[in-house]
């Protein structure tokens, strides 16, 4: 089963403040999560993401997030996970030390060890030197600009639009 995923994260301490995943049918998961270290979401990380710290002060810790994902995941076959970005394995490191449940642990476990950056095959499939924001992607794909606001849920969205409409093209040269 393909995911694909997205987390924000905590300025400095890089914890997931929240965590957006859809799964290769559509279904989704969204929730905010309560960082260790709360002070990290800064006046920065809630421009960017409109996530504030009294937020994430009232989510649910990564114990509990976690926990819930677990059981949300089909674990009947194979699991893959999708990112956009070199940042969102690195945030999972972060926030698996804090996590005390073994579902928990096993969700964030698993995504650490299944997790593909797909920037990287779409640089390939268009044949560019540099990858490309998911924005810029997501806008080629629907002939229109969209604005990312950085929301793990819509991000996980775009990702899975712009992975499938990537897969049933042929790219010659980079558009």
């Keep these: ?5 997205d987390f924000e994260a905590s300025q400095f301490a890089e914890e997931i403040i929240s965590v957006g995943c859809v799964d ?5 998961f969204y929730s905010l999560v309560r960082p260790k270290k709360p002070k990290k979401v800064t006046d920065f990380i809630t421009k960017l993401t409109g996530i504030t710290r009294e937020e994430v002060l009232a989510a649910p810790e990564a114990d509990e997030v976690f926990a819930r994902f677990y059981d949300w995941l089909d674990k009947s076959e194979a699991l893959k996970f999708y990112c956009y970005g070199d940042c969102d394995r690195r945030f999972a490191l972060n926030t698996v030390g804090a996590v005390t449940d073994f579902s928990a ?8 060890a299944n997790i ?3 920037s990287v095959e779409l640089r390939r499939h268009f ?3 540099r990858s490309i924001g998911l924005a810029k992607a997501v ?9 990312q606001r950085h929301n793990s849920l819509d991000d ?3 990702l899975r639009e712009v992975f499938f409409r990537s897969r049933s093209e042929v ?3 980079c558009p």
């Design 1 to 5: 089963m393909r995911y694909f995923i």
């Design 24 to 28: 290769e049918s559509g279904r989704s």
């Design 105 to 112: 642990q096993t969700a964030l476990s698993l995504i650490i």
């Design 116 to 118: 593909v950056d797909f």
């Design 127 to 129: 044949k560019m030197k």
């Design 139 to 147: 806008s080629y794909y629907r002939g229109e600009e969209i604005v």
């Design 156 to 158: 996980a969205v775009y």
């Design 171 to 173: 790219i010659d040269k």
